[in-house]
C-alpha cells in the first residue's frame, strides 16, 4: 500500500501473465484508493505493476515504470487481470497486496494491471 496526501494505492510484488484487456479513466473511490472506472460507470481498486510510485508533485497519481505519470482523470488502456474481494489463498497470487476494508467491501472488484499506457482524448 502507497498513501499519498488523501489518496492510496496498491502495487502487485510480482509480474503475471494475465491476459484481460482493461480500459477506463483513473479515479479516487472508497477509503481514497485509486479506481479504475469504465465507460459504463462500473469502478475497481487498481493494482498497480511492481515499481510504480506516488507522484511527489501535487498531483494524485502514480508513476509506472516505462510508463512515466499518471493522474486522476486520465484515460488508461491496459491487461491484467480481474479479481473480487476478499483476494484470498485459492483466488489471486500470492504477491497481490491485500486490499484495505476502507476501499472494498467483500465482492468489490479488483482490476491488476500488469501492462498499462495512457491515452490521449484527442
Sequence with gaps: MLNGDGYRTLVAGATYDFLAAMHGRVGVGAG?????????????????PPGTTLLSNGQVGVRVPDVGEIVVGDRVDGGGGFFETPLTEGGPPEHLPPVPVGCASVGTSVAVLERVSRQSDS
Design 32 to 48: 481514497g484508493c485509486l479506481i479504475l472506472r469504465d465507460e459504463t460507470g462500473a469502478a475497481e481498486v487498481l493494482v498497480w
